[in-house]
């Protein structure tokens, strides 16, 4: 079965189940979301990018990330939206229960 959710919250999910995570970016500011942790029992089969479909500088995009439920058990998923520089400007986090 497929999760979508668009940001971080709680999930129960089932093994082999894939959760679809839609987190908004803005490129044009030098942003990008990147994963910091990811728990064992799950796996980050993908990442994706959607640019806005608004040309004007500055425009919203969005990054996809894509996990796998692998095993049973409580997982946590980490992220932090960073520039370039490795500088967090936001930190998000969630937790995905596995049964």
């Known amino acids: ?11 129960q999910v089932a093994v082999g189940d894939t959760i679809e995570l839609h987190l908004p970016e803005n490129t044009s500011r ?10 064992k029992g799950l796996l980050l089969s993908d990442v994706r990018f959607v640019p806005s479909r608004n040309p004007l500088p500055g425009a919203g995009s969005e990054r996809i990330l894509y996990l796998r439920a692998k095993r049973a058990g409580t997982w946590p998923v980490s992220l932090q939206l960073q520039r370039a520089e490795h500088v967090p400007a936001d930190e998000r986090r969630m937790t995905v229960t596995v049964t």
């Open 1 to 11: 079965m497929r999760h979508v959710t668009t940001g971080p919250r709680d999930l």
């Open 30 to 39: 030098d942003y990008t979301w990147c994963p910091t942790h990811i728990g």
